[in-house]
C-alpha cells in the first residue's frame, strides 16, 4: 500500500513522549514545569542555571516538551513537502505532535499489535529517502560521502534517522492493521474508477492498458481513499473527546489546519 495519504499527521517518527511527568495535571505543568530552573551545584556561587525543558501541550496528561518540537523541526528536512518554498510552521509541528500522541495512546488501549518492520524494509525505506528526496538528491544523498554531510548539515546521525522510520513504520502498520480490514472493493468500483478517472488521463491516440492488468492497482488505490476516510475521522474523534491542551498560545492553531479536521 502506497502510505503517502496518511503521512500528514504521522510523518516523522521521533517518539520521545512515554513516561515523562505522565501523572502530572495540566494545571500543574502550566504553572510550574515552564519557570523551573536548577541550581547547579559546583560550589563556586556563581549563580548559573540550567533551564529545565519548557512544557508546550499536554494530551490526556501526556506531555510535550520544547525539545520534542526541536527535533520535529530538525526532522522535518525529511518530510518531501518541506522545501526552500515550503518551510514547515512550528504551529504544523506541534499538531503533529499532538496527533501522534493520541495515535500511541490508542495503540496501547487497544492491544493491536503493530508489526515491527524488518531490517531490510527498513534499509528499502532508507534508499528511498536518499534517492528520491528532492533535498536528498540536491545533495547527492545516494553516495555515502553525500549522504555523511547532509546528516551533518542538519544536525542528523543515522541512527536518529533509522530510529525515525522504524517508529514510523510501527504506527503505519498499526493504521492498515485497524482500518484495512472489512473494506471490500467491488469490480463495479474499479471498472468506474478505470473509466472515469484512469482512461481520461491519457492523450487522444495513446494505448489505454487494458483494465486486467491494472485492476490490482486500481484496487489500491481505492482502498487507500477509503482508509484515509476511516482514518480521518477517527482521528477528528479522538482530538474531540480528548484532553489537549496547549500551553504556549503562539503554538495554537486554527481548527482547519489540524490533521484529521474534518473537510467541508
Known amino acids: ?30 504553572d510550574s514545569l515552564p519557570a523551573m530552573a536548577q541550581q547547579k551545584d559546583n560550589g563556586d556561587q556563581t549563580g548559573d542555571t540550567v533551564t529545565l525543558d519548557r512544557v508546550v501541550a499536554v494530551v490526556n496528561r501526556q506531555v ?31 499538531e503533529r505532535l499532538i496527533s501522534r500522541a493520541l495515535i500511541e495512546q490508542q495503540i496501547s488501549q487497544e492491544d493491536m499489535p503493530s508489526a515491527e518492520p524488518k531490517p531490510a524494509e527498513i534499509a528499502t525505506r532508507l534508499h528511498e529517502i ?10 547527492d544523498c545516494a553516495s555515502d560521502q553525500g549522504w555523511k554531510t547532509f546528516l551533518i548539515q542538519h544536525d542528523l546521525t543515522a541512527e536518529r534517522v ?39 488521463q491519457y492523450p487522444t491516440g495513446e494505448r489505454v492498458p487494458p483494465v486486467d492488468q491494472v485492476s490490482s492497482r486500481i484496487e489500491e488505490i481505492l ?41 467541508e
Open 162 to 200: 533509522e530510529s525515525y522510520l522504524r517508529n514510523r513504520m510501527k504506527v503505519l502498520s498499526f493504521i492498515e492493521l485497524r482500518f484495512r480490514q472489512g473494506i471490500h472493493i467491488s469490480p463495479e468500483q474499479i471498472e468506474t474508477y478505470y473509466r472515469e478517472k484512469l482512461v481520461p
Open 130 to 139: 536518499r534517492t528520491e528526496l528532492p533535498a536528498c538528491v540536491r545533495a
Open 64 to 94: 510535550i516538551l520544547q525539545s520534542d518540537l526541536h527535533d520535529e523541526l530538525q526532522l522535518s528536512v525529511l518530510d518531501p513537502n518541506t522545501g526552500p518554498n515550503n518551510q514547515v510552521t512550528q504551529q504544523e509541528v506541534l
Open 1 to 30: 500500500m502506497n502510505r503517502r495519504a496518511v503521512q500528514s499527521a504521522i510523518w516523522l517518527m521521533p517518539l520521545r513522549f512515554a513516561g515523562i511527568a505522565a501523572v502530572l495535571t495540566a494545571s500543574l505543568l502550566a
Open 223 to 263: 482502498l487507500e481513499g477509503q482508509v484515509n476516510v476511516l482514518f480521518d475521522n477517527w482521528l477528528a474523534n479522538l482530538r474531540k473527546q480528548g484532553q489537549i491542551e496547549v500551553l504556549d498560545p503562539s503554538l495554537e492553531a486554527p481548527d482547519s489546519a489540524r490533521p484529521g479536521a474534518a473537510k
